[in-house]
């Protein structure tokens, strides 16, 4: 059977020799010339041509790309910093040591909530929002990571199209990589590069709500929860956890038949809050209604941003909760590190292959293969 070119169509050879018509498989000769319209010598050239760009991008090309706006060379830079590669770390800790003169003039947000809630659509309905309003929004959405395959959906910015299409708007989804607090383990050099490339508004989305979501505090300014209308006991096990660490509350998916279930919800909810102590000094959490969808309520969430940042910043509170976001940095690098470096130790890695089957076998105690491991791991490295 030939196709309408007169190409004729042929069976591979690794289909069975007495396979009849019932077996559909077919390979048609390719026509001449290459994909995208383009004829085979000009798509091999593109190509080369671009990995060649990507393989010669200079220190320079990634922070002048970036001071620039250019979203395409902030991808790229994030990218850069996400990588495990030594090299790549050594040179992004270059680019990233050049643009921190330039970044933290933003407003950092964490945005969490139960799955379900509708962050997603809040933090598009809310970026929309404020880029009418003159402003550039950053979203960093994390995603999380699979303990089985290690992979990611990253879905987020197909599920914000109206925001991804904006000038003013980024998002970056990336993976959790088994990073506990709901948040990417680059997450805090994200928010710098972001800031350094002109965004003023940074939107954190984790992954969800738990009691490791106090790790995505010790990055923001301000973190909201949001909730939803007639959850009920199934929050009871992480509401105080949680609320304790929220500077607002908003219960999403007030409308329609959900308006009077929503406002039953917000004063339970600031009832709840009279028992627990405010997550920053000299500022009352609120809780307040709103709906991604209709877009009420969307306001108050930023007069509340408002009000919060001329708040703290009276009593130094802002200042000195960036300078703890600085410290908290450094110590979760230098854990990051020693992690890193403890299991790529040769000694280390003879020794975990001898005593992993020997503590599966219950040969030897959990904590005696531990110690081994640090004993060897402190030897080599005093």
């Known amino acids: 059977m030939n196709n309408k070119n007169d190409t004729p169509a042929y069976k591979p050879d690794w289909v069975p020799e007495d396979a009849g018509e019932e077996f559909a498989t077919k390979v048609v000769k390719g026509v001449e010339g290459g994909h995208d319209g383009l004829p085979a010598g000009q798509v091999k050239s593109a190509h080369a041509s671009a990995r060649k760009k990507s393989a010669s991008l200079r220190d320079e090309d990634y922070i002048a790309g970036v001071r620039s706006g250019d979203r395409t060379m902030l991808g790229r830079t994030i990218t850069l910093i996400e990588s495990h590669s030594r090299k790549h770390r050594e040179?992004?800790?270059?680019?990233?040591?050049?643009?921190?003169?330039?970044?933290?003039h933003s407003l950092r947000v964490g945005i969490s909530g139960v799955p379900g809630a509708g962050k997603s659509t809040l933090i598009e309905t809310l970026g929309c929002y404020l880029i009418k309003h003159g402003h550039k929004v950053a979203v960093l959405a994390v995603d999380p990571s699979s303990s089985v395959t290690k992979g990611s959906i990253l879905g987020d910015k197909t599920r914000m199209e109206k925001l991804s299409r904006e000038p003013n708007a980024f998002i970056r989804?990336?993976?959790?990589?088994?990073?506990?607090?709901?948040?990417?383990?680059k997450s805090r050099e994200t928010i710098l590069v972001c800031e350094a490339a002109?965004?003023?508004?940074?939107?954190?989305?984790?992954?969800?709500?738990?009691?490791?979501?106090?790790?995505?505090?010790?990055?923001?300014?301000?973190?909201?929860?949001?909730?939803?209308?007639?959850?009920?006991?199934?929050?009871?096990?992480?509401?105080?956890?949680?609320?304790?660490?929220?500077?607002?509350?908003?219960?999403?998916?007030?409308?329609?038949?959900?308006?009077?279930?929503?406002?039953?919800?917000?004063?339970?909810?600031?009832?709840?809050?009279?028992?627990?102590?405010?997550?920053?000094?000299?500022?009352?959490?609120?809780?307040?209604?709103?709906?991604?969808?209709?877009?009420?309520?969307?306001?108050?969430?930023?007069?509340?941003?408002?009000?919060?940042?001329?708040?703290?910043?009276?009593?130094?509170?802002?200042?000195?909760?960036?300078?703890?976001?600085?410290?908290?940095?450094?110590?979760?690098?230098?854990?990051?590190?020693?992690k890193e470096n403890f299991y790529n130790h040769p000694h280390i890695a003879s020794l975990l292959a001898t005593l992993r089957p020997l503590v599966a076998a219950g040969q030897i105690l959990p904590t005696d293969a531990a110690d081994q491991l640090l004993e060897t791991f402190n030897k080599g490295h005093l």
């Open 91 to 104: 040179q992004a800790q270059r680019v990233l040591q050049a643009l921190l003169p330039h970044s933290g």
């Open 173 to 185: 989804p990336s993976p959790s990589g088994g990073t506990l607090g709901g948040v990417a383990r």
């Open 198 to 338: 002109g965004y003023d508004i940074i939107l954190i989305e984790t992954v969800g709500v738990g009691q490791s979501e106090i790790t995505v505090r010790s990055m923001v300014d301000f973190f909201l929860l949001v909730m939803i209308p007639g959850a009920g006991d199934e929050l009871q096990g992480i509401k105080k956890g949680v609320m304790e660490i929220a500077d607002a509350l908003a219960v999403n998916k007030a409308d329609g038949d959900n308006i009077p279930r929503a406002n039953r919800a917000k004063a339970e909810y600031e009832n709840a809050l009279h028992y627990i102590q405010p997550a920053t000094p000299g500022w009352q959490t609120p809780v307040f209604t709103c709906s991604a969808l209709t877009g009420d309520g969307i306001d108050t969430i930023w007069n509340t941003l408002m009000n919060f940042k001329q708040t703290v910043s009276r009593t130094n509170t802002f200042a000195e909760r960036r300078r703890q976001q600085s410290l908290d940095w450094m110590l979760t690098m230098v854990e990051d590190r020693l």
